[in-house]
Nanobody, 118 residues
Framework: QVQLVESGGGVVQPGESLTLSCAAS????????MGWYRQAPGHQRELVATIDDGGTARYRDSIMSRFKLSRGPAKNTIYLQMKNLKPEDTAIYFC????????????WGQGTQVTVFS
């Protein structure tokens, strides 16, 4: 069983930056893929970015040039660097992990709020 703990959310103005982190514990060696979803009020949860065990990151088109997803040296922690934040980035950001033989996320974090307003 994998437990995920997120940190780093907050309130910023447009154009500012934030970095979210997600640390996995329990059985992190079972993880093949990690990443982030986000959910804005009145909207469905959407995939933001993923990173596989080899370190390859993929992003949704709307954030590709502004966000960077990376793994820490121990690979059980991921970091989402968000630059030039926009009001439309306001959402609860959820970390997830997926095991090798799973098609959908197996574990979720509790969510961290990111609010961007002027």
């Amino acid at each position: 069983q994998v437990q995920l703990v997120e940190s780093g959310g907050g309130v910023v103005q447009p154009g500012e930056s934030l970095t979210l982190s997600c640390a996995a514990s329990g059985t992190p060696w079972t993880i093949d893929n990690m990443g982030w979803y986000r959910q804005a009020p009145g909207h469905q949860r959407e995939l933001v970015a993923t990173i596989d065990d080899g370190g390859t990151a993929r992003y949704r088109d709307s954030i590709m040039s502004r966000f960077k997803l990376s793994r820490g040296p121990a690979k059980n922690t991921i970091y989402l660097q968000m630059k030039n934040l926009k009001p439309e980035d306001t959402a609860i950001y959820f970390c997830f992990s997926r095991n090798l033989n799973s098609a959908t996320p197996d574990s979720w974090g509790q969510g961290t709020q990111v609010t961007v307003f002027s």
